[in-house]
């Protein structure tokens, strides 16, 4: 490494089946999913915090390149050969830059953003998402210095309260589920909004891994009830045809929390993909 620091967190069995966990905007690794199933599976869910995020200390040229740099060398550190990984909202691209690495065995994105910058999707987005992804393009550094002078942890928690649907909302103002949403974001913002701001200008960019490059299969999950315009605009359609092994699902009576609404078909699909490797 080059000096940084690199933190994250783990459950479940140290031998257990692993699965990688890129988390949603301005999360930390204290703040997983699916505690139950990853016992009742016999998995091992590690979350590495983004650079600039929680315990891992910044990095001023991070990239979604960089930051697959940066999960590989944990994974050889712990002896980890191929893990599958989820990637929940904005963590959809990072997850997508590690498997463009060659470093997992299966995909599954949850709730993930699209790449919004990708022509074809952009015609879907909203107007107000479209402006942003037009203002980075535009200039990514005046984008992040304005960006970063107007948004605290508070104000992130507030803006996905209020882009959540009513049953989305109904599990997050849930007071413990509540308690440990906003204790990871003040965790994210703890060293300055820098970490975060840099991952929603890499997040609303044209990827540094194409969908159509992945061999390893990808599942995406999305609820039909999601109201979020910073997810994917179609719901996955546009992003699932892109991927050579894709499977969508698109339930209907999910929201956008469905990472912790239906974490153990998540799970067991993937747990299912790592071990059959074995």
């Not at 299966?106 to 107000?128: C, F, I, N, S, W």
């Not at 975060?196 to 039909?224: F, I, N």
């Not at 979020?228 to 719901?235: A, R």
Request: with cysteine; hydrophobic share 45%; charged share 20%.
């Amino acid at each position: 490494m080059d000096g940084r620091r690199l933190g994250w967190s783990e459950w479940g069995d140290a031998h257990g089946a692993p699965v990688l966990f890129c988390t949603g905007a301005g999360m930390t690794s204290s703040f997983g999913f699916g505690a139950d199933a990853i016992r009742e599976l016999g998995a091992r869910l590690i979350c590495i915090d983004r650079p600039g995020l929680g315990g891992s200390t910044p990095d001023p040229d991070k990239s979604l390149v960089s930051y697959a740099r940066d999960v590989t060398a944990v994974l050889r550190s712990e002896g980890i050969v191929r893990p599958a990984v989820v990637g929940f909202s904005q963590g959809a691209p990072f997850a997508v830059a590690v498997a463009g690495v060659n470093a997992v065995s299966a995909v599954a994105l949850v709730a993930g953003q699209d790449e919004l910058a990708y022509p074809p999707t952009k015609r879907l987005l909203h107007p107000d998402v479209a402006g942003l992804v037009a203002a980075i393009e535009a200039d990514r550094e005046g984008f992040e210095a304005s960006f970063a002078s107007r948004v605290d942890a508070e104000g992130l928690w507030s803006l996905i309260i209020g882009m959540s649907a009513p049953e989305d909302r109904a599990l997050y103002n849930e007071p413990a589920f509540a308690a440990a949403y906003r204790r990871s974001l003040a965790e994210g913002f703890a060293q300055g909004p820098a970490g975060y701001v840099r991952d929603l200008t890499l997040a609303m960019s044209r990827w540094s891994t194409q969908p159509e490059a992945l061999a390893v299969p990808v599942s995406l999950w999305y609820g039909k009830r999601d109201t979020s315009p910073v997810h994917s605009p179609d719901l996955g359609a546009t992003l699932s045809s892109r991927f050579p092994h894709a499977s969508l699902h698109v339930l209907p009576d999910e929201g956008g929390s469905l990472l912790w609404t239906r974490s153990r078909d998540i799970l067991r699909e993937l747990v299912g993909r790592v071990t059959a490797r074995y």
